[in-house]
C-alpha cells in the first residue's frame, strides 16, 4: 500500500458516507470479500442459547448483558478493547445496521470457521482450544459511486466458547475495493 492511501481511504469514506448502501447479510453475500474455508459442523445447543442472549442484549441495548457476552479484553485489529472502553465506545461499535442485521439472523446464519481461518483472517492472540467450533458473522456495505459499487465495507464478529459459554471475541471492520 502506498504511503497516505489509508488516509486516503479514510477521506473516501468520510466524503461518500451518504452514498452506502447495504448489502444482505448472509453468508453468500460476503464470501467472495473474506475468501472463507467454511467447514461443516454441528451447531451445538451452546451457540444457539448464545445467539439469542446476545440478540436480545442488543434489543434491549442492554450493556451490562453485552459485557458478559464478550471477552475481554476484546480484541479488533491493532486494539484491545478494556470493558470500560467497550461500553464507552459501545454505539459506535454496535451500529444500528449492525444490530439490525443480527436480530434478524437465525443462529444458522453464523458461519463455522476453523482455527485456522481464525488465525488467518484476524490479528488474534486468543488461544482457541482445539476443535472448539468459532463462528463468525458478516454484514457489508457497497459504496457507490455513479451508481456502480465501488468499495465495501464490512463488519465481522467472531464468537468463541470458552469457559463462561460462548463469547464475542474479535471484532473486525474492514473496506476493499469491488
Request: with cysteine.
Amino acid at each position: 500500500m502506498r504511503k497516505g492511501s489509508s488516509a486516503s481511504v479514510v477521506l473516501l469514506i468520510v466524503l461518500l458516507s451518504g452514498c452506502l448502501e447495504k448489502t444482505k447479510s448472509d453468508s453468500t453475500t460476503l464470501k467472495g470479500i473474506l475468501a472463507p474455508k467454511s467447514v461443516t459442523c454441528e451447531y451445538p445447543i451452546t451457540i444457539s442459547k448464545f445467539w439469542h442472549e446476545f440478540q436480545q442484549a442488543l434489543l434491549n441495548h442492554d450493556k451490562s448483558q453485552m459485557t458478559t457476552l464478550t471477552r475481554f479484553p476484546l480484541e479488533m485489529v491493532n486494539k484491545h478493547y478494556s470493558q470500560e472502553k467497550f461500553l464507552s465506545d459501545f454505539d459506535n461499535l454496535f451500529t444500528n445496521d449492525l444490530i439490525e442485521d443480527v436480530l434478524t439472523a437465525e443462529y444458522t446464519d453464523l458461519e463455522c470457521i476453523t482455527e485456522k481461518d481464525f488465525k488467518e483472517n484476524t490479528y488474534n492472540t486468543i488461544p482457541v482450544p482445539n476443535y472448539t467450533p468459532i463462528f463468525r458473522f458478516t454484514m457489508g456495505w457497497d459504496l457507490i459511486i455513479n451508481k456502480k459499487p465501488k468499495w465495501r465495507a464490512y463488519k465481522v464478529l467472531y464468537f468463541i466458547e470458552g469457559t463462561q459459554g460462548y463469547q464475542l471475541c474479535y471484532y473486525q471492520t474492514s473496506i476493499g475495493e469491488i
